[in-house]
Nanobody
Framework: QLQLVESGGGLVQPGGSLRLSCTAS????????VGWFHQAPGKEREGVSC????????SYGDSVKDRFTISRDDAKNTVYLQMTSLKPEDTGTYSC????????????????????WGKGTLVTVSS
């Protein structure tokens, strides 16, 4: 079964940190660019960050620059999102997606040309 599974979400106080994981099963994530998306309650989904298949190129949305870091460990078939200096507005569901076709691109933290997506993990930033 081909799937992406996110983990690492939870409740954290403002200013705290979390590391999210996106693990692929049934396919080699190393061949794919991967992106993280955030959907806040009552708002549209927005791209947060993406990383190329080689890991040599990354992109971030303006709201998370200098606070979030995306990375990948292809040996573990996993992409990570390290989130620091968390704010209440970072609350929401974070999901990962993978893209590997000719239409794949990553711009402004948004991944395009998605082939696979996960169900998401919930992050709550609150005191």
């Amino acid at each position: 079964q081909l799937q992406l599974v996110e983990s690492g979400g939870g409740l954290v106080q403002p200013g705290g940190s979390l590391r999210l994981s996106c693990t692929a099963s049934g396919f080699n994530l190393g061949y794919y660019a991967v992106g993280w998306f955030h959907q806040a309650p009552g708002k549209e989904r927005e791209g947060v960050s993406c990383i190329s298949s080689s890991g040599g190129s990354t992109s971030y949305g303006d709201s998370v620059k200098d606070r979030f870091t995306i990375s990948r460990d292809d040996a573990k078939n996993t992409v990570y999102l390290q989130m620091t200096s968390l704010k209440p507005e970072d609350t929401g569901t974070y999901s990962c997606e993978a893209a590997g076709g000719s239409t794949t691109s990553c711009s402004g933290g948004t991944l395009y040309g998605v082939d696979y997506w996960g169900k998401g993990t919930l992050v709550t930033v609150s005191s």
